[in-house]
T-cell receptor
Framework: DAEITQSPRHKITETGRQVTLACHQT?????MFWYRQDLGHGLRLIHY???????NKGEVSDGYSVSRSNTEDLPLTLESAASSQTSVYFC??????????FGPGTRLTVL | GQQLNQSPQSMFIQEGEDVSMNCTSS?????WLWYKQDPGEGPVLLIA?????ELTSNGRLTAQFGITRKDSFLNISASIPSDVGIYFC???????????FGKGTKLSVKP
């Protein structure tokens, strides 16, 4: 069955380190999205991509970057991790821009 | 930025009771979606609505696209313990806009 996976599921890192979170989907969806989820804020869009080599900033993109070199993957990089980036991160993909399908999430703790 | 007001924030009900929650906006949306998130998992799509006035069911769940296009409603009939979780609404403006999420309604069911 087609699916969307994220790795790692849990990550602890230190302030200032570079961290990359992986997202892989096998639906062949053109659209991929990264969100962070924090108490009191719901889901907030970090970056998104509508196809290979396309990337766009979302609502809370500062301190994050993405690159899209193929259809299946959209890794999220924290250039220099900060404690404010402690959160749960969700990747999603969609064929159209509305019905997005979410991965299981990565819980990131920055100490 | 654009916000969706989702209410109530939390509900604690008895098994067998019906549940109603809603999502409102000051702006018009062309698409409304309802997701459910179980603890430690990513949101799962429940129902998608594309037309004002549309009423769509998925088992015991029924969702409606408000006539004004500024709101949507989700009803759960005869709740059971596995209905526990956080329910999110999401709206899309236009055909290419990104999803905007409500902050969620946390549902607890007492056996």
């Amino acid at each position: 069955d087609a699916e969307i996976t994220q790795s790692p599921r849990h990550k602890i890192t230190e302030t200032g380190r570079q961290v990359t979170l992986a997202c892989h989907q096998t639906w062949n969806h053109n659209n991929m999205f990264w969100y962070r989820q924090d108490l009191g804020h719901g889901l907030r869009l970090i970056h998104y991509s509508y196809g290979v080599h396309d990337t766009n900033k979302g609502e809370v993109s500062d301190g994050y970057s993405v690159s899209r070199s193929n259809t299946e993957d959209l890794p999220l990089t924290l250039e220099s991790a900060a404690s404010s980036q402690t959160s749960v991160y969700f990747c999603a993909s969609s064929r159209l821009t509305d019905t997005q399908y979410f991965g299981p999430g990565t819980r990131l703790t920055v100490l | 930025g654009q916000q969706l007001n989702q209410s109530p924030q939390s509900m604690f009900i008895q098994e067998g009771e019906d549940v109603s929650m809603n999502c409102t906006s000051s702006s018009i949306f062309n698409t409304w979606l309802w997701y459910k998130q179980d603890p430690g998992e990513g949101p799962v799509l429940l129902i998608a609505l594309y037309k004002a006035g549309e009423l769509t069911s998925n088992g015991r769940l029924t969702a409606q696209f408000g006539i004004t296009r500024k709101d949507s409603f989700l009803n759960i009939s005869a709740s059971i313990p596995s209905d526990v979780g956080i329910y999110f609404c999401a709206g899309q403006r236009g055909s290419q806009g990104n999803l905007i999420f409500g902050k969620g309604t946390k549902l607890s069911v007492k056996p």
